[in-house]
């Protein structure tokens, strides 16, 4: 972004929700029935890598569950994202069997190597990392996830490859 | 069905919880995060209480645990109780000076320096979001999990859906919540931040400010008849009442000198 451009640029980094498209996830997708309001926002969170706040009000206002409550569940489910995500995510499982077999090594490794703290995003965008309980593999621990990849019984050299992949971008 | 609670016998009928056959039957079970009017949720788990239904004894939470089959109940055993002391103890810790639990505490013995203390002014007990759901106008909820959760408004913003009818401050037992009216303002503050910020009505007969401006079409909605019409916005209970009064005094009664007027 050229130094000359005005501020609120930064602000505006938020997607412009398309409401066709939401119509689309709610009503034809899912049928408006709001039963399946975790999976609207499951889709809605696939779009655009977190749950924008005019996408969750339409939803709310679609299906007539209450804001609170979707923000309630949004806020419960660690899975759930308010704010805007990097265009990758990493995710290392640091459930008791990958925490044994020495996942928060590779979480230190990726705080220093991408100066990013768990959960949070670089400042380019491009990567989040996100350290998460259990996704389910624990016989091949310790697992990381790229992208909805998973890579079992990783270590540091599977995330130098993901970084190395990403840089290059 | 046989219920024996603390030695004695008592009448139940299946499905009843334990807390309200104990209620029904005069035995105290300390509660904070139970309302009548509310759904049990058990977040404060104080009510615990031990249940031997024949497979030797458990301890449960009272307020949402229904007796189906034979069971012995413990309300007050020593194991209970130092189960209540530690949860007072915890609870403590996120609420210093909360004078519900230091009672409590004097109760069950519990030693409040203990665990260091990490002061958030808020049990978890959930109260004030149920209360909201049901009453309110689904404004509060619980945010986060776990020891995480806190009491908050969509997206943390003051809201656009409270009604600011004050059911969260009224019942809320650590008294975090807090109603305040100023300014021709009311405004609702949790834990210190607002909550949320109502115009009061000001009475067109008397001029004293008595209830938030609202947009009633909800409420009318949730009353069920369409066909009612909106409460008389403009002018306060105590000047209805007493304009009411005269009305009838006018109509039914024949005028009289009191040979005080004035």
Request: aromatic share 6%; with cysteine; net charge negative.
């Amino acid at each position: 972004m050229a130094a000359s451009e005005p501020a609120t640029e930064i602000i505006c980094q938020e997607p412009e929700v398309d409401f066709m498209l939401l119509d689309r996830i709610i009503n034809e997708d899912f049928g408006g029935n709001r039963e399946t309001m975790i999976m609207m926002m499951q889709a809605i969170q696939h779009e655009y890598r977190f749950l924008p706040e005019p996408a969750l009000r339409y939803l709310s206002q679609s299906i007539g569950v209450p804001l609170t409550k979707i923000y309630e569940v949004a806020t419960f489910y660690a899975s759930f994202s308010l704010i805007p995500k990097g265009k990758h995510i990493l995710q290392i499982c640091t459930g008791t069997a990958c925490h044994l077999r020495g996942s928060h090594r590779m979480v230190e490794h990726m705080i220093e190597k991408m100066s990013v703290s768990p959960g949070g995003t670089t400042e380019d965008m491009k990567l989040t990392l996100e350290v998460v309980n259990c996704v389910g593999a624990c016989a091949v621990a310790p697992v990381v996830v790229e992208d909805e990849k998973y890579y079992p019984k990783a270590d540091i050299s599977t995330l130098d490859k993901f970084i190395e992949r990403i840089n290059a971008e | 069905m046989k219920i024996i609670m603390d030695g004695n016998e008592v009448a139940a009928t299946s499905g009843q919880t334990i807390l309200e056959v104990a209620r029904a039957n005069g035995v105290r079970i300390p509660t904070l995060c139970h309302n009548d009017a509310l759904e049990p949720a058990a977040m404060c788990r104080l009510c615990t209480v031990e249940v031997d239904e024949g497979r030797g004894p458990r301890l449960v939470t009272a307020c949402n645990y229904p007796l189906r089959r034979d069971a012995q109940v413990f309300t007050n055993s020593e194991r209970v109780r130092a189960g209540r002391k530690l949860i007072i103890e915890m609870l403590y810790t996120r609420c210093r000076g909360s004078e519900l639990l230091e009672e409590l505490g004097r109760e069950y013995g519990a030693d409040f320096t203990r665990f260091a203390p990490n002061d958030k002014q808020c049990i978890m007990c959930g109260l004030c979001a149920r209360v909201c759901e049901r009453v309110g106008g689904k404004t509060l909820t619980l945010s986060g999990r776990g020891v995480e959760i806190t009491v908050a408004t969509a997206f943390d913003r003051a809201s656009e859906f409270c009604i600011a009818c004050g059911a969260c401050a009224r019942i809320c037992p650590v008294q975090t919540i807090k109603m305040i009216d100023e300014d021709g303002e009311r405004r609702i503050l949790v834990q210190g931040r607002e909550a949320s910020r109502v115009k009061l009505i000001e009475c067109v007969s008397c001029g004293k400010r008595f209830g938030p401006v609202l947009d009633l079409k909800e409420i009318n909605e949730r009353a069920g008849d369409s066909k009612v019409p909106p409460p008389n916005q403009g002018v306060c209970p105590e000047c209805s009442r007493r304009n009411l009064a005269a009305r009838m005094a006018e109509r039914h009664f024949e005028q009289f000198e009191t040979g005080e007027e004035g």
